[in-house]
Every structure is written in structure tokens, then in C-alpha cells.
């Protein structure tokens, strides 16, 4: 019956029966992001990333089909080769082991590669090595730093031209770079290496987020479709319906694309150990739930106190308030939610007239 | 019925797409059978195994490089890594800087360093030319055959020297492109004739003077040599060395531009000559400009293809110095001397890639380089030439090995995590939509054929290669894609809320969902074009990815989703609202929310709790439910069902009534639907 509960919620939320006032309560939401924002600030000042190999240079040395994935081992391999610097041990899966290093000479890594074949009893081709120049990841998160700068002039520009309105695009812009700094903020804090696949991670947020915003804007769009011409709600509460309207939706959403994510992230954490699936997994559940969280939360609220600047949209809020206080006697107006059109009229065309029944 | 405005034939576009899928299937099988399609999608390094190395080629003087010199040192690495042998070696440019060359498997030592060794180009004089394959006699023209054989049969010091200088003169007349070097300006002919009479009695000389010292036997590798032409630098063990070289592909790697000041055995690219080159006279850096055009003799342009090539200051007098020299031995080797052949090699690489012969000195710098060339050989050497004006360095960015058994854990991990990911997605919309989910699963079906359909035929025609972070790509995919299933099905569900009839609801709903898709599939398309265009790498592959999902998921819901929801719209099932259908208009309190007019709908607080106490009695009719009883008088069908319901006494639970439904429907479907209709169109 829970089922049944949830329906009955979305019916109640789309009439209006049951509503939140989120676009109401936007400056305590405001400030509850803000606060976010600043810890993960703190914490990509405090705790920083924890770059991994393609970023800082090394030499990767991955054994497979190890019976015994003990770290001393490898450790202690490195260290007899002269290397001062300790190794980052980590084990991938149950029958491999990668041991990162300072970049080596070719004579270092010959020796480290011998070392652990026997060290782990395999076979010598059973050890991959990768060297990896410290400029890579450079190159790529300067390229990554160019394309969002691109995404986001290309992004404003799209959405100024589909909502035929600029605040929209700032409210989602906004929204995306809560997204983008929780998610950096969440990564750093749970300290994993900073890899390509984690860039990848970011990025697939970047077009994640704006995607959840502009599916809630529509609806804010269509709800607020000549607002101006009528005198029964507010721009503001026209939104905030559209938002609540829109909030099964956005549960479902989040749930079914967080589904997947989560279900690599479980394999890749706790089956496979380091590597691309688990990075990219982790920084796609933090952003996709910070980017369902922020396009609800965040993206209209902000939108609407922009929105509420514009001269038309206040003075048209101010005269649908002095016309409610104006009519207290009426009818209680919290009984009666508008949805639908806000227009009446509208031709349906000859097509839409009763038909006679055929039998 | 609520009757539908646009005549839409949903099943027509169900058939043409599945039409359309199986073409598509059946083209693949085709390239299967008779090209070289594969029925599985390629697999990136990552997950193959296989060693990638990352190289940045540097210019040595620190100038600036172009995508030019980029494609030719990649064509270079191409011939050395195809040259060693390494079968299905990628090699491509990344981020238009960096060149990627993945060798499958675990390559030996000897290739990867053969990879990241610089490439020069320099041009060294000719010493001895001889055909490039086994000295057992091939069938070669006739006139070749003779020298050649001559050239081996007499294997003593002194004749193979007279003999193949013979030889090589005869077959570079024949076969070197009939390649010439001459200056480009008319009027200097005379001058550089002038010269090459005066210069050649100090030629021999020289000459004389040489010849002593070769003929007693030296233990240093390296003779002294009056001039790089000079034949004494070849001692026995080059000789040896030359008679030895069989230019099979094994010797086309190139790679070693030898010791510069030092003789060089090595073989032309094409592996049809080998030669004994003398040191480097001009390096590759003092080319300014080399060019591919038609020649131009007396102001009028011929349709023969040349290559002019411009030399800088420096190299100006340096070629000057060789030319005249050569030209010097051109008339010396016709007079009969024992001279090297006036020829002229250009070595990129280590291999020959023209040796054109110089009849006369060119003192300008500027020479055209003419033969039997088509145009496209002619562009050909003339970027070979360009690039040489730049050598290059290459740095190693990253190497990395990958075991093919690790990547496969990875895959099967990851498809393994797609599977549980899917299926938990398949549950969840279960429970949300009931039997429309079945609609959502069936549409990630369709998405996940096509996507494996589109994906093998990438690989197949474009070299497409699945890597982790693609498949990771996809696996995401399915909950983005999902998502406009649940924006087209929250749409109809408001609908039905507003309470309009199935068919209306769908066509309704369809109309708003369509923007919303189109709009949200268009910035997601956007990110992934963006990316791909400024992204290296393995972001690259993954944004490719997203866009293909993209673009499939709009196909899907256009051409699969919606036509299908049309369709069973029409159903009883659906359209008769069952409760299981997760379209019920009862549980969706399609009239819980009256419209009032004035654009207002009543607030259904009243309704609900009518609902609990008064639903049983009229929950089963379709599009009616407890709120209509209290605004209108009851319709006939309902009063009749209303009398039946009171001679079946004792069903007062409410499943019953559910139950019921679809049995007092089939009485009374139409004036219910009708009623609904009726409704719309007031609304409006």
C-alpha cells in the first residue's frame, strides 16, 4: 500500500492539494547550499585531491594472478631497489596487486618487474608496467578546464534561446556549479585517486545536471505561459507548482539513473577495488544526486528570484496580492489550486468535437 | 472515444522501424560473411590488453608544431611499427599535439624503442646503389641483371668497386624515377656547366690522392675521406655489411639515422634498393621549403609533377658544394673514372626516400626534382621534405602496459554491474508503473539493439573501440535514457489527472513530453559533442558514447515508445484504465480533481474521504469514481449498475470492486469515456 501512498502523493502534488512551498522557502535553501559549498570548499583547501598517477608522474606495476595479495610484499620489493619514496600499494580484485611508484629509470623498473614476479611467485609477463610523464594529466584537465568553459558559453546560449530568457540559463548554471563543487568537495573527501575516469566522472555531470534542470524548467516554462494576461497566482507560485509537479518525476529519475550508477559503484568498490569503474562511479552518484537535488532545490528558486526583479513579473506579483487581500471574503484560496492552462479558450479545432458513435 | 486530431498510424512506424533493425542486422551479417565486420564490437586497449604508449613529438629547435608534421611522424612511426611486424598497431593523433600508438599484446623491448626513437631526415651522398632484395637473380630487365650479376660474381675489393658503380649508374638510369636534379632557373645553366667543366680536373685529383690510402688495408672503421663522396670510406666490414643487406621488411623499420659523420647501409622505403650513403652533407633542418607543383619550363606550366625544394642560407652553399661535386663526378663516371654515382639521397628516417641524380651545380638553392611522378607521390615527398625541416623528438608521455586478463575482469565486472544495475532499474519501474514498466523494459531493450547494432557497425566501418569508460558510458546510459520514459509517462499520468481519456492522454501528454525530451536530449547531445571536440583521450571515447545514447534514446522514444503507447492505448487494458495497468484514472484520482471553471479545479479534500466511505459502491465504473456522484445525477448505466450491485449483496471490499471493473466497463465503457471527453473540452 505503500505504492499506493506514493501515487496518491504525486495525484496531491499535481493538483495542488498538497503542496511545498519550496520556491517559497528559497533563502533557507540558499543557505543550506551555501553552507555545502563552503565545506566542500574547506575541504578541497584542507584535505585536497589525492591525485592519482597520470597526474603526478610514476610507474605502475600491476601483478596478476597473485595467490597472495599481501602489500608488505610489494613494499618491501620497491624498497630493495634503492626507491626511498614508499610505493602506494593497492589490491585490484582478489588476484592482482598495483604498486605505484615514483617515475623510475628503465634499469629501476627492469628490476622492480623481476623483483615482484618473484617476489609474488608469477611468471614474468604476468607484470604490466606503466610509465606515465607527470604532464598528461596536466594536459588533460586543461582541456577538461576548456571544455567547460565552452559547455557553459554554449549551454547559456542554448537555454537563452529555448526559454527566450537568460535567467533560466543563469539558474542552471548556478545549479550545475553546486553540482560540480559538492561532487569535487564528496570526492576529495573520501580521499580516492583523482584519475581520468573520475574527469570522466565530472564531465558526465556537467551535462547530467543541466539535463535534470531543464526537464523541471519546462514545466516551470509551460506552467507559467502567460502568466501576465491573468490575476490569480503569482509567477512565484506558478513555479513552485511546477516544481512539485515535477517532483515524482524527479524522484523516479534520480532513482532509475541512480540505480545503475550505484550498482557499479558497489561492484567496483568492494569487488574490483581501484580503477576506472569505481572513480567514475563515485563521481557520478555524488553528482547525480546533487544534480537532482539542486535542479528541484536550487535551479528554480533561484530562477524565480531573478525572475521576481524584472519589472513585469513584480508588478504582476504585487496586483494578484493586493487582488487576493482584496477578496479575503471569497473563497479561502488555499482550497483552490490552479493547474492547468492558465488561459481559458484555445480552438481544438473541428477535429476535437464529439463524434458521433459508428456501431 | 475521445477522437484524436491528427490521423497517427503507430503500427505503420513499430513495422518500418523493426524493418530498419533487421536491415541493419542484415547488412552486418554481409560484412560478417563477406567483409571483415565482426559480430562483437572491438575492443579498446583497456580491456584487450596491450601496451599504449603516449608520445609528444618535440621539434629540437623548439618551434612550434603543425598538424602537418604531426601526420608525418605519425606516417613514420606507422612504417616502423608496421615494418617490425606488430600486426593491428593503432596509431593516431590525439588533441592534434600528442600521437597514440597502441600495439596489442606485450611488444618486445626492441619495437618500443624503436617507437620512441627521433626521427631526422638528412641528405648524404651516394656511395654504391644496388637492387634491395636477394642477390639471387630476380627477373629484373635485362640490362640490370648483367651489371648485377657482375657486381656479385666478382666479389675482390677493387672490381666490385669499378662493377658497382657500373651497375648502380646503369639502374638508377632505369629505375631511380629517372630522378634529376636540376636548377630551377634557366639562366644559371650556363654559369653551372662552366662550372662543372673547370671543377673536375681538381675532382680527379682528389681522387688520385684518395685511392692510396683505400688500397692499404686500414683496422679503423672510419678512413679518412677528402670528400663525403669519396669511395675509399667504404671499408670491408661496410662492404661486407652491404653485400649482406637483403632490404626484406624487417630492414624497413628505419628509426636509426645512423652516425652522421659516418657511412650508412641502409635500404630505399620501398625496400627496392639498398645503398652505401656517404656522411651527412646537409641536414634536414636547412630545408626552408619544399613544394609539389607541375613544372614549369619557359613560362609555360607542363603536366609533369615535380618537387622544388628550397634551402635556407646555410644549406645554400652546403648544396651548392655537394652539387658541384656530384655534377663533377656525373662527368668523370660518363668519362669512365671510378667515382660514386652522382646521385643524392634524401634519408628520413634512416630509409632512402629519393635518390635523384645531380647532372649540374645549382648554386641558388633552389632545386626541382623531377621524374616520373604522379601528383600524389610528388605531395608525397614533398611533406616527407617539409617534415625533415623540422626533426623531432619524441617524448614519452605515458606507457602503459595492460594485462588482457585484467581488462577482462574489468568487463565482465562492469557488464556484470550493467546487468544488476538493469535489472534493479527493471523492478523499480515495475513497482512505479506496473505493467507499463513492461513498456520502459521493452524500450531499454530496443535501446540496448540498436545501440549493439550501431556499435558494431562503428567498429566494423569507422575503427570504433569499445574502452571501460564507454562501457561505463552505456551502462549510465540506461538510467538517462530511461528518464524520458518517465518524462512521456508522468505527462500522460497528469493528464489522466486533469482527467482526460487514455487516447487523448497519451496524444496530450505526448505533445508536452516532446518538447521537454528534445530540449533536455539536446543540451545532453551538446556536452557530449563539446566534449569530444576539445577532450583527449579516453574522455574522448566516452563522450562519443554519450552522444551515440543520446541520439539512440530520442530514436527509441519517437520511433518505439510512443507509437507503442498509442497502441495500447487502444487496449482494453490500458485503456480501460486497469488497475494493473498503472494508467488506472481511479488510483490517479482522475476526477478526485474537478475542474470548476474560471481555470479553477475544486481541491479533492472532500472527495478522498467520500472515497473511503462511499467508493465501494461506484468504484467500478472506468473514469467515474465517488467525487462525479455528489456534482451530477447518475447515469443510467451507473443507476442500473448501482441496482445490480444491490441484488449481489454482501462485496463490500474494496478489491472486489477493482476487481469488478473491467466486467462493468464492457456495459457502460462508452458513456464513460464520453463523459471524460465531455470534460476536456469544457476545460479549455
Known amino acids: ?359 | 472515444m475521445a477522437s484524436s486530431t491528427k490521423k497517427t498510424r503507430p503500427l505503420r512506424t513499430l513495422i518500418s522501424l523493426a524493418i530498419l533493425i533487421a536491415l541493419a542486422v542484415g547488412g552486418l551479417a554481409a560484412g560478417v560473411k563477406w567483409g571483415d565486420a565482426d559480430w562483437t564490437p572491438n575492443l579498446a586497449l583497456d580491456l584487450e590488453g596491450g601496451t599504449q604508449i603516449i608520445l609528444t613529438p618535440v621539434a629540437t629547435d623548439g618551434s612550434a608544431i603543425t598538424e602537418e608534421d604531426l601526420r608525418q611522424a605519425i606516417n613514420v612511426i606507422r612504417q616502423r611499427v608496421d615494418a617490425s611486424g606488430v600486426a593491428e598497431a593503432e596509431i593516431s593523433s590525439q588533441g592534434g599535439q600528442n600521437i597514440v600508438v597502441a600495439l596489442p599484446g606485450t611488444p618486445d623491448q626492441a619495437t618500443l624503442d624503436l617507437v620512441r626513437r627521433s626521427a631526422q631526415m638528412n641528405f648524404r651522398p651516394v656511395l654504391v646503389q644496388d637492387y634491395g632484395f636477394a642477390a639471387e637473380p630476380t627477373p629484373t630487365p635485362s640490362a640490370t641483371d648483367e651489371s648485377t650479376d657482375k657486381a656479385t660474381d666478382e666479389p675482390t675489393d677493387k672490381a666490385t668497386d669499378e662493377s658497382t658503380d657500373e651497375a648502380t649508374d646503369e639502374s638508377t638510369d632505369e629505375a631511380t624515377d629517372g630522378a634529376t636534379t636540376g636548377s630551377t632557373g634557366g639562366e644559371s645553366k650556363e654559369s653551372t656547366d662552366s662550372a662543372t667543366a673547370t671543377a673536375s680536373a681538381t675532382s680527379t685529383a682528389t681522387d688520385n690522392a684518395t685511392d692510396e690510402p683505400t688500397s692499404t688495408p686500414t683496422t679503423q672503421p672510419k678512413t679518412e675521406a677528402s670528400n663525403p663522396s669519396d669511395l675509399a670510406q667504404i671499408t670491408d666490414t661496410v662492404k661486407k655489411e652491404f653485400d649482406a643487406l637483403v632490404c626484406d621488411d624487417s630492414k624497413l623499420t628505419g628509426g636509426d639515422s645512423g652516425d652522421p659523420d659516418a657511412v650508412l647501409v641502409t635500404c630505399s622505403d620501398d625496400g627496392l634498393y639498398k645503398y652505401i650513403l656517404g656522411p651527412v652533407e646537409i641536414p634536414g633542418t636547412q630545408i626552408k621549403n619544399a613544394q609539389s607543383g607541375l613544372r614549369v619550363v619557359n613560362n609555360a606550366t607542363t603536366n609533369e609533377s615535380v618537387v622544388n625544394i628550397e634551402f635556407s642560407n646555410e644549406g645554400k652553399e652546403a648544396f651548392y658544394q655537394t652539387t658541384k661535386r656530384l655534377a663533377e663526378q656525373y662527368a668523370q663516371g660518363s668519362a669512365g673514372a671510378d667515382v660514386a654515382p652522382n646521385l643524392f639521397a634524401m634519408v628520413l628516417d634512416g630509409l632512402v626516400i629519393s635518390a635523384p641524380q645531380v647532372t649540374q651545380a645549382i648554386p641558388d638553392g633552389r632545386a626541382e626534382i623531377s621524374g616520373s611522378f604522379t601528383r600524389q607521390s610528388a605531395a608525397t615527398l614533398a611533406n616527407q621534405l617539409n617534415f625533415g625541416s623540422l626533426p623531432l623528438d619524441f617524448k614519452v608521455q605515458s606507457e602503459m602496459e595492460i594485462s588482457a586478463t585484467l581488462g577482462s575482469e574489468q568487463l565482465q565486472k562492469g557488464l556484470l554491474a550493467g546487468l544488476i544495475g538493469l535489472i534493479l532499474v527493471v523492478l523499480y519501474s515495475l513497482v512505479q508503473y506496473r505493467v507499463l514498466g513492461f513498456v520502459t523494459v521493452a524500450s531499454l531493450v530496443m535501446a540496448t539493439i540498436i545501440t549493439y547494432i550501431v556499435i558494431t557497425y562503428l567498429s566494423w566501418l569507422q575503427g570504433y573501440r569499445l574502452s571501460l569508460a564507454g562501457v561505463t558510458g552505456l551502462i549510465v546510459a540506461i538510467g538517462i535514457t530511461a528518464d524520458s520514459f518517465i518524462v512521456y509517462f508522468e505527462r500522460i499520468r497528469d493528464e489522466l489527472r486533469d482527467g482526460r481519456a487514455l487516447v487523448g492522454s497519451v496524444e496530450k501528454g505526448w505533445d508536452r513530453a516532446r518538447r521537454t525530451i528534445l530540449a533536455s536530449d539536446a543540451v545532453n547531445l551538446l556536452a557530449a559533442i563539446v566534449l569530444f571536440f576539445l577532450a583527449v583521450g579516453g574522455v574522448r571515447g566516452f563522450a562519443y558514447t554519450l552522444g551515440l545514447t543520446t541520439v539512440i534514446d530520442v530514436i527509441v522514444v519517437f520511433f518505439f515508445t510512443h507509437p507503442l503507447m498509442e497502441l495500447l492505448a487502444r487496449t482494453r487494458f490500458f485503456g480501460g484504465g486497469h488497475p494493473a495497468s498503472g494508467l488506472d484514472p481511479r488510483q490517479l484520482g482522475g476526477r478526485a480533481a474537478v475542474y470548476q471553471g474560471r481555470g479553477r479545479v475544486r481541491a479533492p479534500q472532500a472527495t478522498v474521504r467520500k472515497k473511503e466511505s462511499d467508493g465501494v459502491t461506484l468504484g467500478g465504473f472506468a473514469g467515474s469514481s465517488a467525487t462525479d456522484v455528489e456534482d451530477r445525477p447518475l447515469t443510467i448505466a451507473e443507476r442500473r449498475a448501482l441496482a445490480l450491485r444491490e441484488e449481489k449483496p454482501s462485496q463490500p471490499e474494496p478489491t472486489t470492486a477493482t476487481d469488478e471493473a473491467p466486467d462493468t466497463q464492457d456495459d457502460v465503457p462508452e458513456a464513460a469515456t464520453t463523459e471524460v471527453a465531455g470534460e476536456d473540452e469544457e476545460k479549455h
Open chain 1, 1 to 359: 500500500m505503500a505504492r499506493r501512498g506514493f501515487s496518491q502523493w504525486g495525484n496531491d502534488l499535481h493538483t495542488g492539494r498538497r503542496s511545498y512551498n519550496i520556491v517559497g522557502q528559497r533563502k533557507g535553501f540558499f543557505a543550506v547550499s551555501l553552507v555545502i559549498v563552503a565545506l566542500c570548499a574547506l575541504v578541497l583547501g584542507i584535505r585536497g585531491f589525492n591525485f592519482g598517477i597520470e597526474f603526478t608522474g610514476g610507474s605502475e606495476f600491476t601483478v596478476s594472478g597473485v595467490s597472495d595479495t599481501s602489500q608488505s610484499i610489494a613494499t618491501e620489493v620497491v624498497e630493495k631497489t634503492g626507491v626511498t619514496e614508499i610505493p602506494r600499494v593497492s589490491s585490484l580484485g582478489s588476484s592482482a596487486v598495483r604498486v605505484q611508484t615514483v617515475p623510475l629509470e628503465q634499469a629501476q623498473i627492469d628490476e622492480v618487474k623481476a623483483g615482484l614476479a618473484e617476489a609474488y611467485d608469477v611468471g614474468a609477463d604476468a607484470v604490466t608496467v606503466t610509465t606515465i610523464g607527470a604532464t598528461w594529466g596536466k594536459d588533460v584537465s586543461s582541456k577538461t578546464i576548456q571544455g567547460l568553459i565552452v559547455f557553459v558559453l554554449l549551454v547559456t546560449l542554448v537555454m537563452t534561446a529555448y526559454f527566450r530568457n537568460w535567467r533560466m540559463a543563469a539558474g542552471a548554471i548556478l545549479a550545475l556549479f553546486h553540482d560540480l563543487i559538492l561532487t569535487l568537495g564528496a570526492y576529495a573527501l573520501v580521499g580516492w585517486e583523482v584519475t581520468p575516469a573520475t574527469m570522466i566522472g565530472f564531465l558526465t555531470i556537467l551535462g547530467y545536471s543541466i539535463y535534470d534542470t531543464v526537464v523541471v524548467f519546462d514545466k516551470v516554462r509551460e506552467n507559467t505561459d502567460g502568466i501576465l494576461a491573468q490575476k490569480r497566482s503569482t509567477y512565484e507560485e506558478q513555479a513552485n507548482l511546477a516544481v512539485n509537479q515535477t517532483l515524482v518525476r524527479s524522484i523516479n529519475t534520480s532513482v532509475v539513473a541512480l540505480l545503475p550508477v550505484s550498482s557499479i559503484l558497489f561492484i567496483g568498490a568492494f569487488v574490483l577495488g581501484a580503477g576506472t569503474l569505481r572513480d567514475i562511479a563515485l563521481a557520478l552518484f555524488v553528482g547525480m544526486a546533487a544534480g537532482t537535488y539542486s535542479s528541484i532545490f536550487l535551479a528554480t528558486p533561484i530562477e524565480v528570484a531573478l525572475r521576481d526583479r524584472e519589472p513585469a513579473i513584480k508588478a504582476h506579483t504585487e496586483k494578484v496580492l493586493a487582488l487576493r487581500a482584496g477578496a479575503e471574503a471569497g473563497e479561502p484560496a488555499a482550497a483552490y489550486a490552479v493547474t492547468g492552462k492558465l488561459l481559458p479558450g484555445q480552438h481544438q479545432g473541428h477535429a476535437a468535437q464529439p463524434r458521433r458513435r459508428k456501431k
